[in-house]
């Protein structure tokens, strides 16, 4: 099978494209390699897909729509399936640069659902990155996809709930059969250093202070990324089954199911890499949230998802990746 993987240089992008390639499938990947943070990072996780014969690479902008529709037009017979996780990330970076996300985020999101309606006709399915984010001022636990989701504290978190409905939209309008997936925070190798748990390592590294905002009372449902993959692989191979209204979107969360306090979380991460951190309390920041918890029975049930890496284990595969990439740079 042909798959187009959007985002194919991110963190995500590239567990998901080694775990295809693995499995035989052909990756057309496409990334703009926005310098959000360091790119030789994402080079260098491109260096490793670029190894494998079942890969090709395209930089594209997928908000650049003119491009994409000049791409598809030599590649898009190929495409059978598209796994979309190509988006501005952040959640504070997005009180910054606002523009930058209705740009990647709504405009790319569009793009991508046209191409899939217009332009990829080999294509019978859709997988797309969501967000823990979208549940925003919720304050019932866990987070259930039947929740209602219109309270987003951060511009990160509409424009992945307004892509949803762009989504739910292009469902019911053109029986465009996708599944949206909602990331509870993800990591491991290969991360994103704009991540908290980077940032840490980062610190704890050099003798800096790691900086607990809330005063060190937050918790995160942190899913390591090989979890996070293998959901997105099932979804991929499991087409959504018609919902009683006949249309074909269906959303769940692929989270840990296990929230950690964020200063367990630091003292795992300090045992992991053999350094104690120097711990600073700060107040809550805007547009955060204190817990993040995934109910995640519905992607039990319909596929087959069941997180297996815990956080000792998982930051312990982090931290030896984490040694070997500073070592080499």
């Given at each position: 099978?042909?798959?187009?993987?959007t985002?194919?240089a991110g963190?995500?992008?590239?567990?998901?494209?080694?775990?295809?390639?693995?499995?035989?499938?052909?990756?057309?990947?496409?990334d703009n390699?926005?310098?959000?943070y360091?790119?030789?990072?994402?080079?260098?996780?491109l260096?490793?897909?670029?190894?494998?014969?079942?890969?090709?690479?395209?930089?594209?902008?997928?908000?650049?729509?003119?491009?994409?529709?000049?791409?598809?037009?030599?590649?898009g017979?190929e495409?059978e399936a598209?796994?979309h996780?190509?988006?501005?990330?952040?959640?504070?970076y997005?009180?910054?640069?606002?523009?930058?996300?209705?740009?990647?985020?709504?405009?790319?999101?569009?793009?991508?659902l046209?191409?899939?309606?217009?332009?990829?006709?080999?294509?019978?399915?859709?997988?797309?990155?969501?967000?823990?984010?979208?549940?925003?001022?919720?304050?019932?636990?866990?987070?259930?996809?039947?929740?209602?989701?219109?309270?987003?504290?951060?511009?990160?978190?509409?424009?992945?709930?307004?892509?949803?409905l762009?989504?739910e939209?292009?469902?019911?309008?053109?029986?465009?059969?996708?599944?949206?997936?909602?990331?509870?925070?993800?990591?491991?190798?290969?991360?994103?250093?704009?991540?908290?748990?980077?940032?840490?390592?980062?610190?704890?590294?050099?003798?800096r202070?790691?900086?607990?905002?809330?005063?060190?009372?937050?918790?995160r449902?942190?899913?390591y990324?090989?979890d996070?993959t293998?959901?997105?692989l099932?979804a991929?191979?499991?087409?959504?089954e018609?919902?009683?209204?006949?249309?074909?979107?269906?959303i769940y969360?692929?989270?840990?199911?296990?929230?950690?306090?964020?200063?367990a979380f630091?003292?795992?991460?300090?045992?992991?890499?053999?350094?104690?951190?120097?711990?600073?309390?700060?107040?809550m920041?805007?547009?955060?949230?204190?817990?993040t918890?995934?109910d995640?029975?519905?992607?039990r049930?319909?596929?087959?998802?069941?997180?297996?890496?815990?956080?000792?284990?998982?930051?312990?595969?982090?931290?030896?990746?984490?040694?070997?990439?500073?070592g080499?740079?």
């Amino acid at each position: 099978m042909a798959i187009l993987v959007t985002g194919a240089a991110g963190f995500i992008g590239l567990h998901v494209s080694e775990a295809l390639l693995a499995r035989g499938e052909r990756v057309l990947g496409i990334d703009n390699l926005v310098p959000y943070y360091d790119p030789a990072l994402k080079e260098a996780r491109l260096a490793r897909l670029r190894d494998h014969p079942g890969f090709t690479f395209f930089p594209l902008d997928i908000a650049e729509e003119e491009a994409m529709n000049v791409w598809a037009e030599t590649h898009g017979r190929e495409v059978e399936a598209v796994v979309h996780l190509a988006a501005q990330a952040g959640v504070r970076y997005s009180l910054e640069q606002p523009m930058a996300y209705v740009r990647s985020n709504l405009v790319g999101h569009m793009v991508i659902l046209e191409l899939c309606r217009h332009r990829l006709p080999r294509c019978d399915r859709l997988v797309y990155a969501s967000s823990s984010s979208v549940y925003g001022a919720n304050r019932k636990m866990p987070f259930s996809v039947e929740d209602r989701v219109d309270h987003p504290v951060s511009l990160y978190a509409a424009t992945k709930r307004a892509d949803e409905l762009l989504s739910e939209s292009y469902a019911r309008l053109y029986d465009l059969p996708q599944t949206g997936l909602r990331f509870f925070t993800v990591y491991g190798p290969w991360g994103r250093p704009d991540m908290a748990y980077y940032s840490f390592a980062e610190a704890i590294t050099e003798g800096r202070p790691v900086t607990l905002y809330n005063r060190g009372r937050m918790r995160r449902d942190f899913t390591y990324v090989d979890d996070v993959t293998a959901g997105v692989l099932a979804a991929l191979d499991r087409l959504p089954e018609p919902r009683p209204d006949g249309v074909r979107h269906r959303i769940y969360n692929l989270g840990n199911n296990r929230p950690v306090e964020l200063e367990a979380f630091v003292r795992a991460l300090e045992k992991a890499l053999g350094r104690r951190a120097e711990i600073r309390y700060a107040e809550m920041q805007p547009g955060d949230v204190v817990e993040t918890f995934a109910d995640i029975e519905a992607s039990r049930r319909d596929l087959g998802y069941e997180p297996r890496i815990g956080i000792e284990e998982g930051l312990a595969r982090f931290a030896a990746w984490f040694r070997r990439y500073r070592g080499g740079h």
